[in-house]
Nanobody, 124 residues
């Protein structure tokens, strides 16, 4: 059973930074793809970023390219999302997701495992 636990959300002013963490447990994640999604009130869940445990390039939504960075610590089984230059429109619940294949996975339907989410609020 894969478990994903997010942390690091909070309230920040526009222009500020936050780092989200996703601690993964329950499997050997060598061939997993890990993704970050977000969902704002009244909107659908949207892709933010993804990477694979085995290396290779990361993927980003256009709206966060240049501001957000996804990274991982293999020894800790933890994936991070560094968010800089935050904007009010980044306000959402952020979810970590996992799928046991290596791939360029950018839709929520492609992921099997989800965390509980962490709230990010950016004030103007």
């Amino acid at each position: 059973q894969v478990q994903l636990v997010e942390s690091g959300g909070g309230l920040v002013q526009a222009g500020g930074s936050l780092r989200l963490s996703c601690a993964a447990s329950g499997r050997t994640f060598s061939y997993y793809t890990m993704g970050w999604f977000r969902q704002a009130p009244g909107k659908e869940r949207e892709f933010v970023a993804a990477t694979t445990w085995s290396g290779g390039s990361s993927l980003y939504a256009d709206s966060v390219t240049g501001r957000f960075t996804i990274s991982k610590d293999n020894a800790k089984n933890t994936v991070y999302l560094q968010m800089n230059s935050l904007k009010p429109e980044d306000t959402a619940v952020y979810y970590c997701a996992a799928r046991n294949i290596n791939g360029r996975l950018t839709t929520s339907a492609e992921y099997d495992y989800w965390g509980q989410g962490t709230q990010v609020t950016v004030s103007s």
